[in-house]
Every structure is written in structure tokens, then in C-alpha cells.
């Protein structure tokens, strides 16, 4: 048996110095990436180096990224026209955040009560969604986009003032992604997106009344604490998230096979990395957070029923509007009903 594992871990060994070898005789690749993350906050700013340096180590230094902090280039809002009109050799973001260009992306990003990540991840890898996602930022767009990141529950939102019925939410200003925005429209709440390094001084000057971004511990390093002290939960707008990596139809097709290959692992590697050190970390940064002098708040159960009322009513105007939502909606549903008895009986109740 002892001899066997010795042979076993030399081939492997082998394997993965021929596999650099391999990657070190491509030629030497070098492009710009933009990060839609200050790199310096958790997780998802963190996780855009990762992805990097991943990148560098598996092709054996044959790939050389330069990453530019948020607006460096080009205004974060922009990294999608700037990449699809080949101005940007690449971004990492979220196809969310674009979703002003065609409303199907969202559901790329996050689904108000939707799929949490293990049952969203099967879709997207194997019910047709991220197919679907391909086709269209490729066809409409020129942009090659593929699954670079995942993050599970986010928050519901930051506000300086409790909320104790809906009647509280109408008037109020707030940063809010992806589709959720829609619903806190039908709440009354004046929504805008705000990309993450702008929302603490939109907080702090009073631009905006509330906002959410993301997890406990991303929420933490942007110091939103500072300024609203009543903090909601569950995520219902964003149960899980993923981030994506756009390139230029033009720079991608320009790339080797191996080169392809490689960059598509990293991303497989940092959406792990990102996911697990997520869940690691939330509940110590719940007590920091507390001990600021926050407030933890679980939405009513008649909150969320109104939030979900409104979603209801959300994708009916969408899928009126847009046939790509309809379309990846009806491949998204379809998934959901087939899962259903799955997560009925495969997992726990609480």
C-alpha cells in the first residue's frame, strides 16, 4: 500500500510539473483586469487577488495580470460597455450591476428568493443557465462572461432608523442590486446602485438613507456601522451571489487553449475560496459588529411576505418586457419544480 501511494504521488507530481511545463512554453500572456471591488475589502475584494495569483501560479508565470482598483480605468459602471466595445481587456464584477443593458442579466447575479447556491450552482452548471448567460452577453454584447466567484446569504440592508412596517420603508433612499431593486420600488423605497466604494459617503453625507451591500464581514470593513445602527436580516434579495469575469470577445479569442483552460480553473478555484472563507468568518463578524452598538433585526414574517408578493409581481412585468428574462426565467423555473422533491427530502427542516 505504501508503495503504491509513493507511486501514485510521483505520477501526480509529475503530472502537475509537466502540466506547468506546458503552460511555461505558451507565450507570454499579459492583460489588464478591473476590479469592481476595492481590493482591500473582504472576500470580494481579497478574492479578485486570489483569482490573480492563482492565475500566475497554475500557468507557471506564463499569464500576467495587472489589476486595477475600482475606477482606475474607467468608472466601475462602465466596465461593461468598455469591455463589450474591446476598450477593456477584462473585469471582474457582476453582471448585476449591468443590468440597465438587458434585465436578464440579473438573474445571472442573484434571485430574490431564489435558489440558494448549491441548488442556483447546479443550474447554472448543469440545467442550461449558464449557457443561457453565455449566449446572450456573447450574441448581444460581445462579451465572454463565466462564473469567477460566489458568496452565500447576504445581508437585507443597513438603516439609520428601525423599521417597524412597511409604511417606514416609503420615501426612503436606498443603494440596492440586481432585481431586489424592483421590489423595494413597489415598497416605495427610491432606489439606486451605487458601486461599493461609493456607498459609505452617500451614507455618511446623507445621500442615501439606507443601503445594502453584502455579507457581515464585507459590510464590517466599508464601516457602514458608523452611521446606521439597525442592521436586517435574512438576505431575501440575494441568497446566494455570484460574480463573474468579463472579457473582450476580441482579448479572449485572441488566448490559447491551455491559457483558456487555466483561467477557467482559477475561476472554479476562487469561487470555492471565496465561498468557504464566507462562511467561515460571518459570525465573528456579527459579535464585531454588535459590540459597535448595532442592532440585529429578522424581517416580520409579514415583511417578507410583502417582499415576496411584490417579487411575484416583479417577474410578470419583466417577462413582459424582456424575452431573454422570460427565457432563462422559464429554464430557471423549470430547474426549481424538478429540485423541488430534492431539497424536500434530501435536506433538513428546521
Same mark, same amino acid.
Request: hydrophobic share 45%.
Given at each position: 500500500?505504501?508503495?503504491?501511494?509513493?507511486?501514485?504521488?510521483?505520477?501526480?507530481?509529475?503530472?502537475?510539473?509537466?502540466?506547468?511545463?506546458?503552460?511555461?512554453?505558451?507565450?507570454?500572456?499579459?492583460?489588464?483586469?478591473?476590479?469592481?471591488?476595492?481590493?482591500?475589502?473582504?472576500?470580494?475584494?481579497?478574492?479578485?487577488?486570489?483569482?490573480?495569483?492563482?492565475?500566475?501560479?497554475?500557468?507557471?508565470?506564463?499569464?500576467?495580470?495587472?489589476?486595477?482598483?475600482?475606477?482606475?480605468?474607467?468608472? /466601475? *459602471?462602465?466596465? &461593461?460597455?468598455?469591455?463589450?466595445?474591446?476598450?477593456? +481587456?477584462?473585469?471582474?464584477?457582476?453582471?448585476? !450591476? @449591468?443590468?440597465?443593458?438587458?434585465?436578464?442579466?440579473?438573474?445571472?447575479?442573484?434571485?430574490?428568493?431564489?435558489?440558494?447556491?448549491?441548488?442556483?450552482?447546479?443550474?447554472?452548471?448543469?440545467?442550461?443557465?449558464?449557457?443561457?448567460?453565455q449566449e446572450l452577453t456573447r450574441s448581444k454584447f460581445n462579451?465572454?462572461?463565466?462564473?469567477?466567484?460566489?458568496?452565500?446569504?447576504? /445581508? *437585507?440592508?443597513? &438603516?439609520?432608523?428601525?423599521?417597524?412596517?412597511?409604511? +417606514?420603508?416609503?420615501?426612503?433612499?436606498?443603494? !440596492? @442590486?440586481?432585481?431586489?431593486?424592483?421590489?423595494?420600488?413597489?415598497?416605495?423605497?427610491?432606489?439606486?446602485?451605487?458601486?461599493?466604494?461609493?456607498?459609505?459617503?452617500?451614507?455618511?453625507?446623507?445621500?442615501?438613507?439606507?443601503?445594502?451591500?453584502?455579507?457581515?464581514?464585507?459590510?464590517?470593513?466599508?464601516?457602514?456601522?458608523?452611521?446606521?445602527?439597525?442592521?436586517?436580516?435574512?438576505?431575501?434579495?440575494?441568497?446566494?451571489?455570484?460574480?463573474?469575469?468579463?472579457?473582450?470577445?476580441?482579448?479572449?479569442?485572441?488566448?490559447?487553449?491551455?491559457?483558456?483552460?487555466?483561467?477557467?480553473?482559477?475561476c472554479q478555484d476562487t469561487m470555492l475560496h471565496q465561498f468557504?472563507?464566507?462562511?467561515?468568518?460571518?459570525?465573528?463578524?456579527?459579535?464585531?459588529?454588535?459590540?459597535?452598538?448595532?442592532?440585529?433585526?429578522y424581517w416580520s414574517k409579514d415583511i417578507l411576505d410583502a417582499?415576496?408578493?411584490?417579487?411575484?409581481?416583479?417577474?410578470?412585468?419583466?417577462?413582459?418586457?424582456?424575452?431573454?428574462?422570460?427565457?432563462?426565467?422559464?429554464?430557471?423555473?423549470?430547474?426549481?419544480?424538478?429540485?423541488?422533491?430534492?431539497?424536500?427530502?434530501?435536506?433538513?427542516?428546521?
Open positions: 500500500m505504501r508503495r503504491a501511494l509513493c507511486i501514485t504521488a510521483f505520477a501526480l507530481t509529475a503530472l502537475l510539473a509537466a502540466s506547468a511545463d506546458a503552460a511555461a512554453q505558451e507565450k507570454k500572456l499579459r492583460f489588464n483586469m478591473a476590479g469592481a471591488f476595492p481590493s482591500s475589502t473582504a472576500i470580494l475584494g481579497t478574492g479578485q487577488v486570489y483569482f490573480i495569483d492563482r492565475v500566475k501560479k497554475i500557468s507557471g508565470g506564463s499569464i500576467d495580470i495587472k489589476f486595477f482598483e475600482p475606477g482606475a480605468l474607467v468608472p /466601475a *459602471s462602465q466596465y &461593461f460597455d468598455a469591455i463589450s466595445a474591446g476598450n477593456l +481587456d477584462s473585469a471582474m464584477t457582476g453582471l448585476g !450591476f @449591468f443590468s440597465g443593458k438587458e434585465i436578464a442579466l440579473a438573474l445571472f447575479s442573484s434571485v430574490p428568493f431564489g435558489p440558494e447556491m448549491g441548488e442556483y450552482l447546479g443550474w447554472m452548471r448543469y440545467g442550461g443557465g449558464e449557457q443561457l448567460m462579451v465572454e462572461s463565466m462564473l469567477c466567484g460566489t458568496i452565500a446569504p447576504e /445581508a *437585507s440592508g443597513w &438603516f439609520r432608523k428601525e423599521i417597524k412596517s412597511l409604511d +417606514d420603508l416609503k420615501g426612503l433612499k436606498m443603494r !440596492f @442590486f440586481g432585481l431586489g431593486a424592483n421590489v423595494m420600488q413597489k415598497m416605495g423605497v427610491q432606489t439606486q446602485i451605487l458601486q461599493a466604494g461609493e456607498i459609505f459617503q452617500a451614507l455618511q453625507l446623507g445621500t442615501i438613507d439606507a443601503t445594502e451591500f453584502s455579507m457581515p464581514v464585507m459590510d464590517l470593513t466599508l464601516g457602514f456601522h458608523q452611521v446606521a445602527k439597525h442592521y436586517y436580516f435574512p438576505g431575501w434579495h440575494q441568497m446566494a451571489t455570484f460574480v463573474h469575469l468579463l472579457f473582450s470577445k476580441q482579448k479572449w479569442a485572441e488566448l490559447s487553449d491551455t491559457h483558456k483552460e487555466i483561467i477557467k480553473s482559477a468557504t472563507e464566507g462562511e467561515a468568518v460571518q459570525g465573528k463578524a456579527l459579535k464585531e459588529i454588535q459590540s459597535k452598538g448595532v442592532t440585529l433585526h417582499y415576496r408578493k411584490a417579487w411575484g409581481e416583479v417577474i410578470e412585468e419583466q417577462k413582459a418586457k424582456s424575452p431573454e428574462f422570460t427565457k432563462a426565467w422559464a429554464s430557471l423555473s423549470k430547474f426549481r419544480e424538478e429540485y423541488k422533491v430534492w431539497r424536500q427530502y434530501g435536506y433538513l427542516k428546521e
